[in-house]
């Protein structure tokens, strides 16, 4: 396969697999430049991003963040906030103990 007909190959492979998988932001690297920078690409994984591993012009590995940390690290993202109707915890810990005379 000449050099041209390769890239043109590996871009619709790309195009198809977004599509098939719904994949929004997908970068491609071959399997020789991900070993070459390895590093930097986990780093990218870090920061949210999502690459397709490409070896020989076919996609063997898909590396993304964990499912639900899209976006930066989980310590930048706001926090899930658990709300419950009725009294608090503690106002209920308190009356409790009052009721058994603990206090």
């Not at 098939?20 to 991900?34: D, I």
């Not at 949210?48 to 490409?54: I, M, P, Y």
């Not at 419950?84 to 005379?101: F, N, P, T």
Request: charged residues 30%; positive net charge.
């Amino acid at each position: 396969m000449a050099l041209t007909e390769r890239r043109v190959y590996c871009t619709l492979v790309y195009i198809l697999y977004s599509l098939n998988r719904e994949v929004s932001h997908v970068k491609t690297v071959t399997f020789t430049e991900f070993r070459k920078r390895a590093s930097g690409v986990i780093s990218d994984v870090e920061r949210g991003e999502a690459f397709l591993v490409l070896r020989h012009g076919k996609p063997v590995a898909e590396i993304s963040p964990p499912s639900g940390q899209r976006g930066g690290p989980s310590w930048k993202r706001p926090a899930l906030r658990l709300t419950a109707k009725g009294a608090s915890l503690s106002s209920a810990i308190r009356r409790e103990r009052r009721r058994e005379d603990v206090l």
